[in-house]
Every structure is written in structure tokens, then in C-alpha cells.
């Protein structure tokens, strides 16, 4: 069931990082916006992210998020801080990319990488590779309700092992993870910039609803 819209609260002041933590070599607010931004004298190594201050469990979170077309972005959830590197996440992500390549799919960060593209419905199992039980719809249709350097809104549903993310109120994705020794209940929210050429991508209006 949808939850009210009362039991959202904004995690974000539009004004400040304040019960975020990354690096504010890529992260800082302007125009009531997350930014994450990687310049020329910037470049990455590894993947870095801006972790919100609590760890999650069953969630909705909802955003807008805004991409440039060379940028490489995501939403982890549920994830694990990655040893030895900081700011790094391992776990699920809702994907955002600039060319609307990847958006909407189910991308494990530095695990079992793609769970469900585009328009697919699967369940995963242990020892074997993500089985598409069903599909939504075609990737490149869904990919026309999804706007290009632009605002889009993202809602991502995790509740016991399933996992549905949506953009622009449109169902891109959904999982259901029966894998026991890899599914995880609950962990760290992130926002992503990922490795690759300058680029700028924008968050705002974050709301969340946990129990």
C-alpha cells in the first residue's frame, strides 16, 4: 500500500549538507539543490557518495533529480560502507545516467551488478543469474517518459525483498531478492557520482518515509 503523504519528512534543508556525509570536493548546495559535481581538476578514481546519516530498513524515498548528459549518477539503499575507501557504498541503486541509458534499472554497486534493466520484473536466487519473471514494458518506451537534462522525479519502493523503482510515476524496475546470503534488509542511503568525464548532477525535493 502507498504510504500517506504525511508520513514523509524532508531529509534535505535545501540550504545545507547538515545529516549528510561526503566529500565536499564534490558535494556542496546551491539553488536549494544537492549538487555532486566533478570538474576537469577533479576527476575521479573510485565512484564517491553523499550517505545520509541513518541507516534503512523498509523505505519510500522520493526526489527530483536533474543530470547532465555526460553524468553518471544513482540512489544507493541498503548498502554496506565499502573498506578502505571513503565514501564508498556497496549495495542496491535506483541508476540515473545523463543519456537514459541505465535510469530506472536495478544496478548493485559493487556486487552483483545488473538486477533488473529497464522494463524487467526479476527475482533473484542464490547461485544463479537474475531471472526476468516479467516485463513492464520495453526499455526505449520507458525511456520516453523520462526527461533529458531535465527535472524528473524518482520514487523508490523497498519493502521486505522487493524493491520498485519508478520515474515520473512510471514503474521502471522491480526486484525481488530471495538470494539469503547476498539480500540485504537494510543499510546506507546514498547519492552517487560516479567515475568519468566532468559532469553535474542535481537533487532536490528529497522526501522519505521509514518505518
Known sequence: AQHS?????KIFDGKSLKGWKGDTLYWH?????IV????PETILKTNTF???????GDFELKAEFKITEAGNSGINYRSELFPGIPFALKGYQADIDGKNVYTGQNYEERGRAFLAKRGEIAVLEEGK???VIASIGDSDSLKNKIKSEDWNTIHIIAKGNKMRH???????SEVTDNDATKSKASGWLGLQVHVGPPMKVQYRNIYLSAR
Do not use: H, Q, R, W
Request: proline letters at 3%; glycine letters at 6%.
Open 5 to 9: 503523504k504525511e508520513s514523509f519528512k
Open 50 to 56: 553523499l550517505i545520509y546519516d541513518k541507516e534503512l
Open 129 to 131: 543469474a537474475p531471472t
Open 36 to 39: 555532486g559535481e566533478v570538474t
Open 166 to 172: 519508478y520515474i515520473n510515476g512510471v514503474l521502471m
Open 29 to 33: 548546495v546551491e539553488d536549494k539543490c
